[in-house]
T-cell receptor, first 114, second 111 residues
Framework: EPEVTQTPSHQVTQMGQEVILRCVPISNHLYFYWYRQILGQKVEFLVSFYNNEISEKSEIFDDQFSVERPDGSNFTLKIRSTKLEDSAMYFC????????????FGPGTRLTVT | GQNIDQPTEMTATEGAIVQINCTYQTSGFNGLFWYQQHAGEAPTFLSYNVLDGLEEKGRFSSFLSRSKGYSYLLLKELQMKDSASYLC????????????FGSGTRLQVQP
């Protein structure tokens, strides 16, 4: 069964450093999302991406964040200058968009900023 | 804005039935998802309601009333592996339909 994959599973970085989180969505899906979940808190929407551009973003997704689909398979989230409060689990999700609105989530990347 | 309300915790016995309620207020609405999340893992899809009424899927059923801003998830024949958080997630009707998750209901199934 096709699935969303994410790398790395765990990333430790120092405050102020740039990080790139990688996702490979399900191959025939057209809609891509990033969510995050701070430990013990709810899952929060960050950004959605369709047709090579951002279609919606939340207040959390400020200028420190960017997304990119550099090739036909990868979907990346970049945080330019990490802060302690960026420590969270980051989930990538994808959806086909053709009548099936279910978003399939990847296993997540745990980001720890020290 | 978005406001989603569901109980924080529930406890039930193996083999029993449990109903997890969710009320929501959203600025735009397309449908409502229920996801299951085990600790430290990603949310996994359980159900999706776009029309009023009950959707049944094996041991899990979900109900939606759009006019009341109300949904519930019904779990039958509870198993120990059903111990998890259950996330109510209304879907907006703008952009590419991002999900707004509630804080989730942590269900503990006891023997």
């Amino acid at each position: 069964e096709p699935e969303v994959t994410q790398t790395p599973s765990h990333q430790v970085t120092q405050m102020g450093q740039e990080v790139i989180l990688r996702c490979v969505p399900i191959s025939n899906h057209l809609y891509f999302y990033w969510y995050r979940q701070i430990l013990g808190q709810k899952v929060e929407f960050l950004v959605s991406f369709y047709n090579n551009e951002i279609s919606e973003k939340s207040e959390i997704f400020d200028d420190q964040f960017s997304v990119e689909r550099p090739d036909g398979s990868n979907f990346t989230l970049k945080i330019r200058s990490t802060k302690l409060e960026d420590s969270a689990m980051y989930f990538c999700a994808s959806a086909s968009g053709t009548g099936d609105y279910e978003q399939y989530f990847g296993p997540g990347t745990r980001l720890t900023v020290t | 804005g978005q406001n989603i309300d569901q109980p924080t915790e529930m406890t039930a016995t193996e083999g029993a039935i449990v109903q997890i309620n969710c009320t929501y207020q959203t600025s735009g609405f397309n449908g409502l998802f229920w996801y299951q999340q085990h600790a430290g893992e990603a949310p996994t899809f359980l159900s999706y309601n776009v029309l009023d009424g009950l959707e049944e899927k094996g041991r899990f059923s979900s109900f939606l009333s759009r006019s009341k801003g109300y949904s519930y998830l019904l779990l039958k024949e509870l198993q120990m592996k059903d111990s998890a958080s259950y996330l109510c997630a209304p879907q907006g009707d703008t952009g590419r339909r991002a999900l707004t998750f509630g804080s989730g209901t942590r269900l503990q199934v006891q023997p």
